[in-house]
Structure formats: C-alpha cells, structure tokens
C-alpha cells in the first residue's frame, strides 16, 4: 500500500533559473531568505581604500566560465584531497543547474558569525549540519524557499528558459535511453560528463545553436582563523586561501589583505582569456548601511533631548528666543538651525522628527547612556555649542538616511521592470497590428524597404555588461 505524500514536500525539485549578479538583486534575495541587517554591495576595486571601510562578511565573484577560466581541479571529481581544516566549514556542492546563485550566497552566510540568518535558514544550517557537501547540495535543490526565492528575482523569459532547458534536457535522456535500448552494447562507450555546461554545450554543438555564454559565482569568507575560497563546483571542498593574522579566530580584521591576491588573480585569468570587456564583477555582503544610518540619526535624536532638558533646567525662563546672559558668556541659539531643527530629524519613512523611532543596533542603548551621561557633565556654556553641533549632525545623517532610502526604491522599481511579464502584452499589441492590417507593409518584401529600415535604424550599441544574465 502507498502512504500518501504531503503536497509541501518537494522531492524533485523545479529548475533554478537564473538572476542578475547585481547588489540590489542579491540583497532582495537576502531579504526573500529572511537574512536582516545585511546587504549586498558592488566593488570596483579591491584596494584596501576601496574594501576597508566596508568590513564585509564575505566576497561573492561572478565571472565568465570559458575555456581556460576554470581550472581542472575545479571540475575534477577525482580530486579526493582531504583537508582536516576545512571539515568545521560549511559547504555544498552544486547540483542543480544556474543554482550556483544562492549556492554561492548560502556557501558564504552559513559561514558567518554574529549575523541574523532567521528561522528558515537556522532550521536548514541545523538539519544539515552533519551532511556531506554533495547531500548538503541535494538539500538546497530541494528547498522550495531558496529556489522561490531565486526564481522570484528572475526574469519571466529566463524561467521559461529554465523550464524549457529542463523539458530539453528529458527528452534527450529519453532519446538516448531508447536509442541504447535499441542498439546492440558497443564495446567501449565513453560515460557521460557530470557536468551540466557540458551536457547543455554539446547539446547545442549537435543543434548548430550559438554558443551561450555560462556565468558562475563563487564565494569568500572568513571563518576559522582563514580565508576559504568556496566553488560549489569544486569536487574537493572548500580551498585554503591563507591564514588571517589575528589572534581571534573569528575575527574579519585583516582578511582582505589575504583574499586581495588570489581576487586579483581570478580576475587577471578571466581578462587573459580573449574577451573584449569585463566579464566578472564582485559583489559584498556587508552590514546595512540604512540601519547603521538609521541609529545615528535616532542617537543624534535623544542627544537632542537631553540637551534640550539641560537647558530648560539651566534657563526656565527660556532658551531658544532669548539672548542667554552668562556672569562668563552672552549666547544666543543660531535661528536658521533653530528654524531648520525640526525637519533634520524627519525622514521619509519617518515624518515625525520628534518622535523616537525604531532602532537596529545591539549597542545602542548603552550608546546613548554613555551620551546622556556626558551630557548631565556638561557645563552650562557648553550646552547651546553642543545643541547646535547635534543638529548639524543631524543633517548630515538625514542625507545618509535619504540616500538609502532612495537607493532601495530605485532597487524596487528595478525588481518590478524586471520581474514584470511583457511577452502577453507585446503579443497582442503585435497582434491588434495584424488584425487592423498595419504590419502589411512591414511584412511585405520590398527590397527598398529593407534599405530604408537598414538606414533609419541605430548603429550598433555597445556590448553590455557581463552582469546581464548570470549563472
């Protein structure tokens, strides 16, 4: 007798399709897997002036898989070198084709300390915490979070891309198999590769198709005192890139000037390899910067208040519109900051500047006891200059906070043109055309009408970037 099976089980798996390595694609992509406080964002350079300020929890590097790109050991299965150090390390290797997106993300994260992973994915580091990398591989092709949550970023063509390579995919198994079926056994018959570029590159070879550019990500982290390279690829594990002179083992101080030359190295390789322009980009999880920007200006918001305090209780007669006569001092609060103090402590998403709001950090309340201590220290000439100074302050943190703000709408009206379906729409507005008989001139052959398109039209683009559709 056969038990049913719950419908929320996933026990195949959909195909992953894939994403753009873009920052603002990989931070929805953070946020779609419940991970806080942490974001994603693009480097230029590797330079300490560059990496320094940023402290990042870990390195992702997108970059053209061609011939001469990758290295034999990445691909090799027989390469079955154990490395003691590497067994504390997370790692999985990839299954699934076009995964290697949140393969490289996962890879990276679940190595990471003092980070808010959520729920979900402390549930998925827990039950997969004594697994081998290739059944760590198997548990995230079969999570429907991870693949919903990569899938959700994508375009609708390259789902449909996906799910059309997977339909491809079967039929040519089914082929195969009854082909073999059919035929006497040969002799020798050369096994088939396990690599899915490999299967899709020989596939299109047979069918004449152009060949596709194949991007793949790997990741960078820290953890255990060293610096680890992790390719899901990569048959042998996590790699070795250096030891992190520190003397805690957990630290992230230090570990870019040891990943700094093997980066430098991926991308040299990658520029030696014929291409006409820059086929990898670099992306890096770091903290959010709205919520580091966020914290200053809510601390800069009860700086205020206890400053404020302070001189209502050393001038009851009033502070702010009044001439302030000290036996020492005569001072007066600047009236364009007294004019402006109001709106720079509002925000967008925070109107009511003189509401306290929400706060992020773990230190902030001892923070702002610290403040309010020194300020209850302070003396009575001193308290104007420092109020003054705080809203100063204040503006300046109201900017950092309205730039990220912006930042994330932009990266949302993105996520919407991107994700939006416009092939039902294209196909009728074509079609109304056809009905109301306005292609037939477009459809005709007309020889000078070809020309005059051929003149009329915009020369040729330049070639865009490497990060469009990414593997």
Known sequence: MSLPLDPSLDL??????????????????????????LAVVELYSVEPYETDHLNPYGLIFCYLCSDGVDTAKDLDPSEDFD???ARSIWFANQLSDDACASQAILNVLLNCKNIR????????????????????????SNLPLIREAQNSLARPSDVRGAWHALASSALESAKSKAKAAASPPAKKRRTASSSSRSRRKSAASARGEEKLDAYHYIGYVPAHGRVWE??????????????????????????????????QRR???????????????????????YLKASDELELLKRERAAIERRLVQSFP????????????????????????????????????????????????????????????DMPERKLVPAWEACVRAALSAKIAVEEEI????????????????????????????????????????????RAEAAQSAPGPSSKPRAKTKRK
């Open 12 to 37: 195949v798996g959909e195909p992953f399709a894939v994403i753009e390595s873009d920052p603002g694609v990989f931070t929805t992509l953070l946020r779609k897997l419940g991970v806080e406080g």
């Open 317 to 376: 007669g009033g502070w702010s519109d009044m001439l302030m006569t000290l036996p020492w001092v005569s001072m007066q609060v600047d009236p364009e900051l007294l004019a402006s103090a109001a709106e720079a402590f509002a925000t967008t998403l925070r109107p009511h500047g003189e509401a306290p709001g929400k706060v992020f950090s773990p230190d902030f309340g001892a923070r702002k006891m610290e403040k309010e201590l020194a300020i209850l």
């Open 117 to 140: 992973l959520g729920a979900p994915l402390k549930e998925f580091a827990a039950d997969t915490e004594g697994m081998s990398p290739i059944m760590r591989g198997l548990a995230i």
């Open 267 to 289: 991308m040299q390789t990658v520029m030696q390899s014929g291409a006409e322009h820059i086929q990898y980009n670099l992306l890096a999880i770091v903290d959010d910067p």
């Open 406 to 449: 912006e930042k994330s709408r932009q990266a949302q009206a993105d996520h919407i043109r991107r994700t939006f379906d416009y092939e039902p729409f294209i196909r009728e507005f074509v079609t109304s055309l056809n009905h109301q008989g306005l292609l037939d001139g477009v459809l005709e052959d007309k020889p000078e009408a």
């Open 230 to 263: 992790l390719n899901g690829l990569r048959a042998a594990g996590p790699l070795d890139v250096g030891e992190i002179d520190s003397d805690t083992p957990d630290s992230r101080a230090g570990w870019m000037d040891i990943v700094r030359p093997a980066l």
């Open 83 to 85: 490395d003691p150090d």
